[in-house]
């Protein structure tokens, strides 16, 4: 895609049409009692518009919406190819669409609009395409019994799934549960995080464009405490998959068990281990693997490699070139598309990093880069990237942070590295640096994570699973292993020998 400069992206964000309001059965609509919340530019602390906040009543319209279409059979009994046909539409209007969809999400939430642009679009885009192609490739079974009886295990779509998804990737992570969800032939709600509405609503647009039947595809914006629980508690609610906080992730799992026993697919925090070890091949490659880890959009990243571990004979040659690749990442304003670390989601969000901060050194960590709030553009949300030396007892180094503040550390041997890495109530990445194949396989073995990198960070694709170990959650995103989370699976068993 062509990358053009900021005074166009200037010019493009000043002529946008911002849709506000929900998208349910197929129309945008007001919330039933006229609530709204105030979408901001983190870059600029400026209010941009007034989002449809929906209800417990609109949540039950959408919900009952799906339900009755999921019952039609309109497309979750409609033939493979032409869900495949609707759902490769879907990707390529995406794709058409990806200068507006990639403006919208730096708009409201921060990221560099290079990021926003290169990676997520695309990504969104790749993962609807992908599980189109998927639709028309997945095979039922057979069991292998006796000659006088069939058996066959086929694969159901749920019913009604709700998606409540973050707003750090917030198309991405969508597509990420959407688009499986819709393979199978599911309804979908999505509830877009607070912060993030925008690029939902758009998405929807084009949704229905795509060909996608009225009441499949739903997206209702609103507050967690309202229209969060109310799809967390409803009857009708088949599934309900969540990326955000391992305490939210916890009230899916009460709401669950107070309503109808939906299945709740959780993928939540992160305090990811990052180990470089002495016989690391390449020193330079792995400070700006560990920085980039870190300070990618904001720090603001579940997988951030948010805890860095260095062997102590390399430590005192590897913490110069780790500061070298943090000032190459300053904050910047989002909408310069050389910017590579943009600002942080809102005012409170701010507060809270520049407060652990604060706590970090209050606790006797030193202070190696940045730690301070920064001001590309006045009134934005911004802070440097930094990084804090310290104990693994201090706060910084065992809560999550979710913004640019990398904690770091020595060990004396593999085994305390280990050790260190697995002290954390989280368990959803890791990544390690090793010359020596054997311990690469050793240690990669004993990490207690969903997802390890050697030899380099967070890199992947749609075609691997997504998730964590631990207070991390539960099921995986992305790969063919998602379908398993938004399916059920049926055994019908023909007695051959009948006869009338």
Avoid at 156 to 185: H, S
Avoid at 388 to 405: D, K, N, S, W, Y
């Amino acid at each position: 895609m062509t990358m053009h400069d900021k005074a166009y992206w200037q010019t493009l964000a000043s002529r946008l049409q911002l849709t506000t309001q929900a998208f349910i059965d197929g129309e945008f609509v007001n919330s039933h009692d006229g609530s709204t919340l105030k979408a901001y530019n983190p870059a600029t602390g400026q209010m941009i518009a007034n989002v449809t906040a929906c209800s417990g009543v609109d949540i039950d319209r959408a919900v009952l919406a799906a339900r009755r279409v999921f019952e039609s059979g309109d497309w979750s009994r409609c033939p493979p190819l032409e869900r495949k046909r609707v759902l490769l539409r879907f990707a390529s209007l995406i794709e058409t669409h990806a200068e507006e969809l990639a403006l919208l999400q730096t708009l409201e939430m921060g990221k560099p609009i290079a990021d926003s642009l290169a990676f997520d679009l695309p990504e969104t885009a790749r993962c609807v395409a992908w599980y189109a192609e998927a639709i028309d490739k997945q095979y039922d079974e057979i069991a292998p019994t006796s000659e006088d009886v069939h058996a066959t295990i086929t694969r159901q779509p749920l019913g009604v799934v709700a998606a409540v998804v973050p707003w750090n990737f917030p198309l991405m992570i969508a597509a990420w549960k959407f688009a499986p969800a819709l393979a199978v032939g599911n309804s979908v709600i999505l509830k877009p995080a607070e912060a993030s509405s925008l690029s939902a609503l758009r998405l929807a647009a084009l949704a229905k464009e795509a060909g996608l039947p009225d009441g499949v595809f739903n997206v209702t914006p609103g507050h967690g405490a309202t229209a969060g629980e109310a799809l967390g508690m409803h009857p009708q609610v088949d599934a309900l998959a969540f990326t955000g906080s391992t305490a939210t992730g916890k009230r899916f799992m009460r709401y669950s068990s107070e309503s109808n026993l939906k299945r709740v697919w959780l993928e939540c925090g992160g305090k990811s281990p990052h180990i470089v070890f002495a016989d690391c091949p390449d020193l330079d490659a792995a400070a700006h693997a560990a920085a980039a880890g870190i300070f990618t959009n904001q720090g603001e990243v579940c997988i951030a490699g948010s805890r860095l571990y260095v062997e102590a004979s390399i430590f005192d040659d590897f913490l110069p070139r780790l500061v070298s690749a943090a000032k190459n990442m300053p904050a910047g304003d989002p909408l310069d598309p050389s910017t590579r670390m943009g600002a942080l989601v809102s005012a409170d969000h701010h507060a809270k990093v520049l407060n652990f901060i604060e706590q970090g050194l209050s606790e006797g960590m030193t202070l190696h880069h940045g730690g301070k709030h920064a001001t590309p553009v006045e009134g934005g949300w911004y802070v440097e990237p930094t990084i804090l030396e310290g104990a693994q007892t201090t706060t910084v180094m065992r809560e999550e942070i979710f913004g640019p503040v990398l904690s770091l550390s020595r060990f004396a041997d593999e085994a305390e590295a280990i050790a260190l890495a697995n002290d954390s109530i989280y368990g959803l990445g890791a990544g390690l640096w090793t010359g020596d194949l054997g311990r690469a396989h050793r240690v990669s073995k004993r990490l207690q994570a969903g997802l390890v990198w050697v030899n380099c960070y967070a890199d992947g694709d749609i075609s691997v699973p997504f998730g964590g170990m631990k207070q991390s959650g539960f099921g995986r995103d992305k790969s063919l292993h998602a379908l398993d989370k938004y399916s059920d699976l049926k055994t019908t068993w023909f007695n051959l020998t009948y006869k009338k």
